[in-house]
T-cell receptor
Framework: DAKTTQPTSMDCAEGRAANLPCNHSTISGNEYVYWYRQIHSQGPQYIIHGLKNNETNEMASLIITEDRKSSTLILPHATLRDTAVYYCIVRVPFRRQGGKLIFGQGTELSVKP | GAVVSQHPSWVICKSGTSVKIECRSLDFQATTMFWYRQFPKQSLMLMATSNEGSKATYEQGVEKDKFLINHASLTLSTLTVTSAHPEDSSFYIC?????????????FGQGTRLTVV
């Protein structure tokens, strides 16, 4: 299973863009990159996912490099409520073990006033 | 996003007793449900994967006779911690993925805080 590497922690000023990097150099061609976040003592919240192309939704943007070995999650205007642990996950294909999500240590993002 | 509900949100039980945690997908049918455990200051650890109507697949090191998983319908899975001990105290979280269609992401419940005294 492809492993991901993320910085342990990051700070971001409120109102600025938060750019969270993730390395997944062993990713296979059919494996998706998923991002979730977990606010203290809650279940993880889905943010966004992608395969090759950049993706954007109401929460964030996902930029995947052309070689797919790394990606960046962008929160365009961070708020204090975005303070959380952000997990970058390479999802196991559905046909193999049901598409399970294996969580790494994630990045603890602190948004400061 | 889709809603996954866990019950109870928290439970305290005596050592040696069993505790059942329910996980329901409220607005979609879940082919697959996943159970995780999370200790303080640590990441989520996958315990098992269950598919409706079949036996769960446990991750290495997880005792299947201690953590009983039942996935009897497309909207309900249960995790029973049998003969609980203080070291089983943890945050248990379930996740569910849809049967079909374009929704491929998994959604998580709010978690269940288990304390064994």
């Amino acid at each position: 299973d492809a492993k991901t590497t993320q910085p342990t922690s990051m700070d971001c000023a409120e109102g600025r863009a938060a750019n969270l990097p993730c390395n997944h150099s062993t990713i296979s061609g059919n494996e998706y990159v998923y991002w979730y976040r977990q606010i203290h003592s809650q279940g993880p919240q889905y943010i966004i996912h992608g395969l090759k192309n950049n993706e954007t939704n109401e929460m964030a943007s996902l930029i995947i490099t052309e070689d797919r070995k790394s990606s960046t999650l962008i929160l365009p205007h961070a708020t204090l409520r975005d303070t959380a642990v952000y997990y970058c996950i390479v999802r196991v294909p559905f046909r193999r073990q049901g598409g399970k999500l294996i969580f790494g240590q994630g990045t603890e993002l602190s948004v400061k006033p | 996003g889709a809603v996954v509900s866990q019950h109870p949100s928290w439970v305290i039980c005596k050592s040696g007793t069993s505790v059942k945690i329910e996980c329901r997908s409220l607005d979609f049918q879940a082919t697959t449900m996943f159970w995780y455990r999370q200790f303080p200051k640590q990441s989520l650890m996958l315990m098992a994967t269950s598919n409706e109507g079949s036996k769960a697949t446990y991750e290495q090191g997880v005792e299947k006779d201690k953590f009983l998983i039942n996935h009897a319908s497309l909207t309900l899975s249960t995790l029973t911690v049998t003969s609980a001990h203080p070291e089983d105290s943890s945050f248990y979280i379930c996740s569910a993925r849809a049967v079909q269609g374009t929704m491929t992401e998994a959604f998580f419940g709010q978690g269940t805080r288990l304390t064994v005294v």
